[in-house]
């Protein structure tokens, strides 16, 4: 049996036409785009093709664009920048966010930088839009709201529209980790009231280790990494040359294909529900998988039994690729910390499955065949 893979919110396939895209600057295009020869300005000029690229698909301007290694740094970047340079004195977070914000948040309020909230959540794992006005008018500090697009565990989504124009009201600097959304759904940052957003190649058919921070235009910050003028003063290093034309190619194909894409892995996670709710009795699934919710992450508990408690294991050795999200797991692995605030029944197992424009119908059919083996 060829090997399932439903585990792309972990990392995603490389489309072919992207290595091709990226063939020519791991060959003959080597130079380093800061050289003055030509060989030089032809690799910056590649970089900065891929800038305009990137800003004219996500509607921001090249000039708010910046390449990185990830989302990771991008949002390490953007949260430290609001505390030590644009005076956020105050962070409003939630608990489920992706652990890039969550310990970069607890460690600046460790250092004693910031006070730190977290926002209630509703029964279904959404964001509390009035707790997280109560929290912004009741604060002394300028605060910094940091609240990711979509969670990459159950899949939730917020508006980043509305809570954008909830801290502009009071006067707040939003960062939203957008790893998930990015290359998933349209953007138009002219017109969206935030202030940092963060991109993942290897989220939608790019490379590993290249990722954007978008810094709108009306804020300066100061850069994380220091020892050169790369990507205008912001990030020192040798750019990620063919990282980045990757990153580029994956989002214009992305963008192209979203229509068509988007509607077929839709119709793959409301045919795995559909399926595991008729074959596997006490079935649940996370969030709010029907209503505001990533098409491509489907968040199923299932009761736990001797069997169903290995069933991660069972799932590898069936050539089965999905990914955990227990509350609670035994030894080193603390299980997730999303299911766990929204969802902390020990008697069920979770499972994370999440698809692409590569997987079919008859995978999904024969993975809840195997599941009703297990189980």
């Not at 800003?55 to 664009?65: M, S, T």
């Not at 003028?229 to 992305?254: D, P, V």
């Amino acid at each position: 049996m060829e090997r399932i893979y439903l585990d792309n919110a972990a990392t995603t396939a490389l489309d072919p036409a992207v290595l091709n895209a990226m063939m020519p600057y791991l060959t003959t295009h080597f130079g380093n785009p800061s050289s003055i020869y030509s060989y030089g300005r032809e690799t910056r000029m590649a970089i900065e093709n891929a800038r305009k690229s990137v800003a004219k698909i996500l509607n921001a301007h090249p000039a708010e664009i910046f390449f990185t290694s990830g989302g990771t740094e991008s949002s390490n970047t953007a949260i430290r920048a609001a505390v030590r340079d644009l005076g956020c004195k105050h962070i409003i977070s939630s608990v489920i966010e992706h652990h890039a914000t969550t310990h970069t948040i607890e460690h600046l309020h460790h250092t004693g930088e910031a006070e730190l909230s977290y926002v209630k959540l509703l029964p279904n794992g959404h964001i509390d839009l009035n707790d997280l006005e109560q929290l912004l008018a009741s604060s002394k500090e300028k605060c910094l709201v940091t609240l990711m697009h979509a969670n990459n565990e159950i899949g939730n989504m917020i508006n980043i529209q509305t809570v954008g124009e909830i801290c502009k009201k009071y006067n707040a600097i939003f960062h939203s980790d957008t790893v998930q959304t990015v290359g998933h759904f349209p953007f138009d940052l002219r017109n969206t009231p935030i202030h940092f957003i963060t991109g993942a190649g290897h989220k939608f058919h790019g490379p590993k280790g290249v990722g954007i921070l978008y810094i709108n235009e009306n804020i300066k910050i100061t850069p994380f990494v220091h020892g050169g003028s790369q990507e205008r003063n912001m990030r020192a290093g040798t750019e990620n040359l063919y990282g980045i034309i990757g990153f580029a190619k994956a989002l214009e194909i992305a963008t192209a294909e979203y229509e068509k894409e988007s509607v077929f892995i839709k119709g793959l996670k409301l045919h795995m529900m559909e399926q595991l709710k008729s074959s596997i009795e006490g079935v649940s699934f996370n969030g709010d998988p029907l209503g505001s919710s990533l098409y491509a992450v489907l968040s199923a508990s299932f009761p736990k039994t001797e069997k169903s408690e290995m069933i991660l294991f069972n799932m590898d050795i069936n050539n089965i690729c999905a990914s955990g999200g227990s509350a609670c797991t035994s030894g080193a692995d603390q299980g997730s910390h999303v299911i766990r605030a929204i969802n902390n029944n020990p008697n069920q197992i979770t499972v994370r499955f999440s698809f692409s424009k590569n997987n079919t119908k008859a995978e999904i059919d024969y993975v809840v065949e195997k599941l009703k083996e297990l189980i």
